[in-house]
């Protein structure tokens, strides 16, 4: 294992893509205390957050093994990420089923608000901006168009869009960055709020 603790996080996750089983053995020994503690602090039931924690790492290895982890970011970032949704799953699950209600104390965690399911101004403000991006991205060169809807509309990987349009993966990154960072001037040029 002595080998392993030099490699970054992207490295142990590139090596178990490739079938290296040892590599993930690491990422979990070096993730599992921070995430399960998080995962706790969310639920605040150690049962539920052992079981989340074991699905988020089942889900981890699925993701990986199929090939379609995005190294955007950080992985701590984004197996946290995981295991934030499957704890939201969780209680809305547990909410339908019992028809818990969200006054309950030992379920105040469902009155944060970045757990709440969107209102109705939410909902009209993300069709906004989706409106938007869409209207922006029509007036992108076709190139970088093709790449990013592929990427985000299709949720292909940068070896299928390169493979489909028959140009190398550094040229579709290459495409991918000039598009978002059109996107970007776009954006302040004509004053448009992407987020909500």
Same mark, same amino acid.
């Given at each position: 294992?002595?080998?392993?603790? $030099?490699? #970054? +996080? $992207?490295?142990?996750? %590139?090596?178990?893509?490739?079938? +290296?089983? %040892? @590599?993930? !053995?690491?990422?979990?020994?070096?993730?599992?205390?921070?995430?399960?503690?998080?995962?706790?602090?969310?639920?605040? !039931?150690?049962?539920?957050?052992?079981?989340?924690?074991?699905?988020?790492?089942?889900?981890?290895?699925?993701?990986?093994?199929?090939?379609?982890?995005?190294?955007?970011?950080?992985?701590? %970032?984004?197996?946290?990420?995981?295991?934030?949704?499957?704890?939201?799953?969780?209680?809305?699950?547990?909410?339908? /089923?019992?028809?818990?209600? &969200?006054?309950?104390?030992?379920?105040?965690?469902?009155?944060?608000? /970045?757990?709440?399911e969107d #209102?109705? $101004? +939410? @909902?009209?403000?993300?069709?906004?901006?989706?409106? !938007?991006?869409r209207a922006?991205? &029509?007036?992108?060169? !076709?190139?970088?168009?093709?790449?990013?809807?592929?990427?985000?509309?299709?949720?292909?990987?940068?070896?299928?869009?390169? /493979?489909?349009?028959?140009?190398?993966?550094n040229t &579709?990154?290459?495409?991918?960055?000039?598009?978002?960072?059109?996107?970007?001037?776009? %954006?302040? /040029?004509?004053?448009?709020?992407?987020?909500?």
């Open positions: 294992m002595q080998k392993y603790t $030099e490699l #970054t +996080d $992207e490295m142990l996750v %590139a090596a178990y893509a490739q079938g +290296d089983n %040892a @590599a993930f !053995d690491v990422l979990l020994s070096r993730h599992k205390t921070k995430l399960f503690n998080y995962i706790l602090q969310i639920v605040r !039931d150690r049962d539920v957050a052992d079981d989340i924690f074991q699905e988020t790492f089942v889900k981890a290895i699925m993701t990986i093994r199929q090939g379609r982890y995005k190294d955007f970011g950080k992985f701590s %970032a984004w197996i946290s990420r995981i295991a934030r949704n499957l704890a939201i799953d969780t209680f809305r699950a547990e909410k339908s /089923e019992a028809g818990i209600s &969200s006054d309950n104390a030992d379920y105040d965690i469902l009155n944060r608000r /970045e757990l709440a #209102t109705i $101004e +939410d @909902a009209m403000i993300d069709l906004q901006i989706e409106s !938007d991006v922006l991205i &029509s007036e992108l060169p !076709d190139p970088q168009k093709e790449v990013l809807t592929m990427r985000y509309y299709k949720d292909m990987s940068f070896k299928e869009i390169a /493979e489909q349009t028959g140009v190398s993966i &579709s990154l290459g495409r991918m960055r000039y598009a978002i960072l059109n996107l970007r001037r776009m %954006a302040k /040029e004509k004053d448009i709020i992407l987020t909500r």
